[in-house]
Each structure stands twice: as C-alpha cells, then as structure tokens.
C-alpha cells in the first residue's frame, strides 16, 4: 500500500507569490490533516478534512486555506506569502475523523522557502 | 488549553546507553497521547500511543512510555539506544476532530 504522497518536495517562492501544495493520503484514509512545522515551533495544526468538508482549523490566518477533492486527495494554499511561512509541510492521513485516538499516518512534507 | 511541552530541546546519548524524553501535556479530559519519531528528510512515524488502561506502553523499535496523570507525563524511555535511533522525538496528544497538539520536539544525538 501506498504512502501520503505530498507534491512537491521542495518549493522556493518569494513574498507575495502564492503557492499551491498537493497531499494524497493512503487509499481508503478519508481523513487529511495538515501541520505547519518550523524549528523551535515544532507541529502546528492548520486543518484537517473529512469527506471534502473541513473540520477542524487551527490558529492560522485566512491566507492559509485547503480543500479536499472526493477521492479524498487534498490541496492546501497559502497566498500573499510572508518570509516566515517559510516552513515544512506536512500532510496526514487517518481512516476515520473525529476520534482522539486516530494514528496519523505522515507524508514527508513540502519544504517551503520564501525569499 | 491543551499542550505539550518537552522541556529537553536536545539531548545526546552514548551508544547502549539508557534514554527517558520527557514530555508533559495540559488537557482536560483524559489525554490520548502518542510519541512519533521523524528522521531527517522524513515524515513522522508512530512509536507508540496510549488511551486507557495500563499506563506502560510498549512500542515500535524498542521503545516504550509510562503514562503518570498526578505529573500530568508521558516520558518516552528506551533501555539501550541504538546510533539509528538519532533523530527527532514528538510528544502530542489527541483531541476531537482529528486535531492533534504537538510538542516542539527533542533531537537526539547518538554517539558511538
């Protein structure tokens, strides 16, 4: 079975750009999730996404948006990039929403550069 | 408001050595907690979890943590460290809606 496949690997964009990130989860996860990861801030929770419904949004301005499509494939875009979006993310998949004690399974993550 | 903190930014270890990461959480139900493991260049991966029960959990690679709800703990501990264990740790624990709340992580060092 295939893995959280997150496209691309590597991105440089400069201020003001927008950028478009793409995750699909393992087949049959229809919960996505996405985390924002930077040094000293660890994993922080941008939103997750259920059956192309989003359901939960962390503490993240409205430049931060996602979707989900019905094969439950996900994109996440930011606009009007900043320097400090700068960061690694990552997208995870679960079968199920809701439950506290879902496992995530990870991607390894878009590593955004803003210049 | 929940949260986990791991106080320990860095640590390093000798190799065959005994590890214990600490981490503490603030949540105000019963916490579901986990520890993941993220190499370099690498998503993160799940060592073990806990939700109920016997507050020693055993999992992946070795590794296992004790649940202590008066400290309000889940320390991750391995008897003898490996060098391929050097890597990122993530304490977080788990809420309602798929939203997990993450530590900012321990980076271990492992030395021969």
């Known amino acids: 079975k295939a893995g959280v496949t997150q496209t691309p690997r590597y991105l440089i964009k400069t201020r003001g750009q927008q950028v478009t990130l793409s995750c699909s989860p393992i087949s049959g996860h229809r919960s996505v999730s996405w985390y924002q990861q930077t040094p000293g801030q660890g994993l922080q929770f941008l939103f997750e996404y259920f059956s192309e419904t989003q359901r939960n949004k962390g503490n993240f301005p409205g430049r931060f948006s996602g979707r989900q499509f019905s094969n439950s494939r996900s994109e996440m875009n930011v606009s009007t990039l900043e320097l400090g979006d700068s960061a690694l993310y990552l997208c995870?998949?679960?079968?199920?929403?809701?439950?506290?004690?879902?496992?995530?399974?990870f991607g390894s993550g878009t590593q955004l550069s803003v210049l | 408001a929940q949260s986990v903190t791991q106080p320990d930014i860095h640590i390093t270890v000798s190799e065959g050595a005994s590890l214990e990461l600490r981490c503490n959480y603030s949540?105000?139900?019963?916490?579901?907690l986990f520890w993941y493991v993220q190499s370099p260049g690498q998503g993160l991966q799940l060592l073990l979890k806990?939700?109920?029960?016997?507050?020693l959990v055993q999992g992946i690679k070795g590794f296992e943590a004790e649940f202590k709800r008066s400290q309000s703990s889940f320390n991750l501990r391995k008897p003898s460290v490996h060098w391929s264990d050097a890597a990122e740790y993530f304490c977080a624990v788990g809420a309602p809606g798929n939203q997990f709340y993450f530590g900012t992580g321990t980076s271990l060092t492992v030395i021969p």
């Open positions: 995870a998949s679960s079968l199920n929403r809701g439950s506290p004690n879902e496992k995530l399974f």
């Open positions: 806990y939700f109920s029960g016997d507050t």
């Open positions: 949540y105000g139900a019963t916490p579901y």
